[in-house]
């Protein structure tokens, strides 16, 4: 869905009217498009900084953090490390092909290509650990009794090396050898089904937890019967906090499969949808920087490790 050289050849500045007019660079500012290349170079550049420096701070968090369980812990990793790829290569990237944009009004084919396997790499790997976790905790939450013989750690192992081998091969092929019709359509289905997907499982989550609240409101538990309620509540809560992180990556990358659809119709001629593009862009990788606010607004152990963190480097620095 990310731009490809075929498809993100978008002019900072048309004028038109007659073809003896001259372009001055007080034109170009005043263009929208142009604006909005040149707000979106700055803040993606800034937002490297962020998104690395949290991600890193969230990986140690997540490995230093003993009481989620070790399954969880690797699907939550392994979101937290496509993440940090963005920060690191997908945002560059990004920055340079919107530099060349404002400086050429156009791309290098290399930058292009680059940018885009790189984006959909670290896209699809989201895409598919967001479903993964989502899986993971309907699991917990339909057979809790079996779910220690159902998700083991060989499995997520197994899980996390299959989405990024499916991710490393895929981005090369659709950007090389599919045509952009293609690859837009490829993943337009693809993004479709994991949509569905992922909310059919939260809303069958959502279903049973409200079943259990009802059973637990009607019926009063023994003493016995209170351990796996408690046991219940810890799973459910659990639920809850992951599908925050669900809901998060929709809100971000849903309005850019929305606006890619509408400029795919109407072509490169609306300078809205091509301004809307751009911001849509910024904010699918604005979600790598706030999905670790997630995990500190959400999960107590992890805020408590950060703040650990935060303790330990503000003494150090005192100090220094």
């Known amino acids: 869905m990310f731009h490809c050289s075929k498809e993100k050849k978008m002019a900072v500045a048309i004028y038109n009217d007659e073809p003896q007019n001259v372009t001055f660079e007080s034109d170009k500012v005043e263009d929208p498009l142009y604006s909005a290349l040149l707000a979106n170079a700055i803040f993606n550049g800034c937002l490297c900084y962020t998104t690395i420096m949290l991600n890193i701070v969230t990986i ?49 084919p290399s930058t292009d290509r680059a940018s885009a396997v790189v984006l959909s790499v670290f896209y699809l790997s989201s895409l598919c650990s967001i ?3 989502s899986a993971d905790r309907f699991i917990a939450i339909q057979m809790p009794l079996r779910y220690e013989d159902l998700v083991t750690r060989r499995r997520v192992a197994a899980v996390v ?25 490829f993943l337009v289905i693809m993004e479709s089904i994991f949509f569905l997907a992922t909310t059919l499982l939260h809303y069958q989550i959502y279903l049973t937890i409200r079943r259990h609240k009802e ?3 009607s019926q009063m538990q023994q003493l016995a019967e209170n351990n796996d309620l408690a046991n219940s509540t810890r799973i459910t809560k659990s639920a809850n906090r992951t599908f925050c992180i669900y809901l998060l990556f929709w809100v971000c990358y849903l309005p850019h499969l929305f606006v890619s659809i509408a ?17 849509s862009e910024t904010l699918v990788l604005l979600n790598s920087s706030l999905n670790p606010v997630i995990y500190c607004w959400k999960m107590r152990q992890i805020r408590q490790t950060i703040l650990n963190i935060l303790r330990k480097m503000s003494r150090c620095y005192t100090r220094g």
């Open 263 to 279: 400029r795919r119709i109407h072509g490169n001629e609306s300078v809205t949808i091509n301004v809307l593009y751009v911001f």
């Open 215 to 217: 059973q637990i409101q």
């Open 161 to 185: 090396i299959t989405i990024w081998l499916f991710s490393a091969l895929i981005s090369p092929c659709s950007v090389f050898l599919l045509t952009t019709n293609t690859t837009f359509a």
């Open 131 to 133: 479903m993964a976790i």
């Open 60 to 108: 140690y968090a997540l490995r230093n953090t003993s009481t989620l369980s070790s399954t969880l812990k690797t699907l939550l990793l392994n979101l937290a490390v496509a993440d940090l790829g963005i920060g690191f290569l997908g945002q560059p990237l990004e920055v340079v092909y919107l530099t060349e944009l404002l400086r050429w009004n156009r791309s290098s």
